[in-house]
């Protein structure tokens, strides 16, 4: 069980390094709106970016705890819960900010779909 719970999290792992991995979000304003809120979104991607690798290198620590007969069980551990929570809306922002990053036209972050 253990195990099989430490191969899920190494495939989130994996998967987060996927997106917090070095990519280039320069999109050529079209227009002064556009020119004011790309520095925004650009700052954001950046933050979602920082906030995924901290947790990408508290999932490794956690992960690689060398487990003991009094280990308690994995998926009772506080911080591996909150991470396994808030990763999927961290991940999906940053994928759709990029993608509107990309995108011709004035970027809509997702609160404002």
Known sequence: MIEALRLAALAGLIALSALA????????????????????????IAALRAELQRDRERLEAILS???????????????????????PRLQQE???????????????PPSAR
């Open 94 to 108: 940053l994928r759709e900010l990029e993608q509107h990053a990309l995108e011709p036209g004035p970027p809509t």
């Open 21 to 44: 991995g070095p990519r280039s979000v320069e999109a050529q304003p079209a227009d002064a709106e556009q020119a004011r809120e790309q520095p925004n979104v650009a700052a954001r």
């Open 65 to 87: 705890t060398p487990i003991t007969p009094e280990s308690p069980p994995l998926r009772s551990n506080p911080e591996l819960r909150r991470i396994a929570k808030r990763l």
